[in-house]
């Protein structure tokens, strides 16, 4: 289950500058999509129906296509996105304990995001650097042959106090 987290509050004027830059072109639900993601972090829920009226569309159908695409979210996020690979390769060089350790250092399950914002812990099939297993990223980093330590390092130096 997805834990959610006080989010700073969703600047709605905003939100609504932007739908209104794509009213009544029902092809761009995408884009539209994409830029308040961009500006906001994710789709906040109250965006739905004023997207649906903007573009002519009904709410489920908005709700329907920002739910299918894996890359639009619609729940706030960290600010730092840690991604524990469980490939294969990872998985036989003790991927499983990595990501245990990790949800320790964080205090948060896969899919969730700390109570400040400042991770969401997330899996990942395969981050394609086999040769460096176990693997994570943090955003767009890599850490590879990680280990206890590492892991130690990576979170005592990253986390804010
Ligand atoms: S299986 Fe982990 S990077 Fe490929």
């Given at each position: 289950?997805?834990?959610?987290?006080?989010?700073?509050?969703?600047?709605?004027?905003?939100?609504?500058?932007?739908?209104?830059?794509?009213?009544?072109?029902?092809?761009?639900?995408?884009?539209?999509?994409?830029?308040?993601?961009?500006?906001?972090?994710?789709?906040?829920?109250?965006?739905?129906?004023?997207?649906?009226?903007?573009?002519?569309?009904?709410?489920?159908?908005?709700?329907?296509?920002?739910?299918?695409?894996?890359?639009?979210?619609?729940?706030?996020?960290?600010?730092?996105?840690?991604?524990?690979?469980?490939?294969?390769?990872?998985?036989?060089?003790?991927?499983?304990?990595?990501?245990?350790?990790?949800?320790?250092?964080?205090?948060?399950?896969?899919?969730?995001?700390?109570?400040?914002?400042?991770?969401?812990?997330?899996?990942?099939?395969?981050?394609?650097?086999?040769?460096?297993?176990?693997?994570?990223?943090?955003?767009?980093?890599?850490?590879?042959?990680?280990n206890p330590k590492?892991?130690?390092?990576?979170?005592?130096?990253?986390?804010?106090?």
């Amino acid at each position: 289950m997805e834990k959610q987290n006080k989010a700073p509050a969703v600047n709605m004027k905003q939100v609504e500058k932007i739908i209104t830059g794509y009213k009544g072109q029902k092809w761009a639900l995408i884009p539209l999509a994409q830029e308040i993601q961009e500006k906001i972090g994710y789709i906040p829920p109250e965006a739905i129906p004023r997207i649906a009226g903007s573009l002519g569309l009904f709410p489920s159908q908005v709700q329907g296509v920002v739910s299918f695409y894996s890359q639009l979210y619609t729940h706030p996020r960290g600010r730092n996105i840690v991604s524990v690979c469980r490939g294969t390769a990872c998985h036989v060089r003790g991927g499983k304990s990595i990501l245990k350790l990790v949800k320790q250092h964080l205090g948060v399950d896969e899919g969730q995001t700390t109570e400040d914002m400042e991770y969401t812990l997330e899996t990942v099939a395969c981050l394609g650097v086999c040769a460096l297993a176990p693997n994570m990223m943090i955003n767009k980093d890599t850490h590879g042959n990680l280990n206890p330590k590492k892991i130690s390092r990576i979170f005592g130096r990253n986390k804010k106090e």
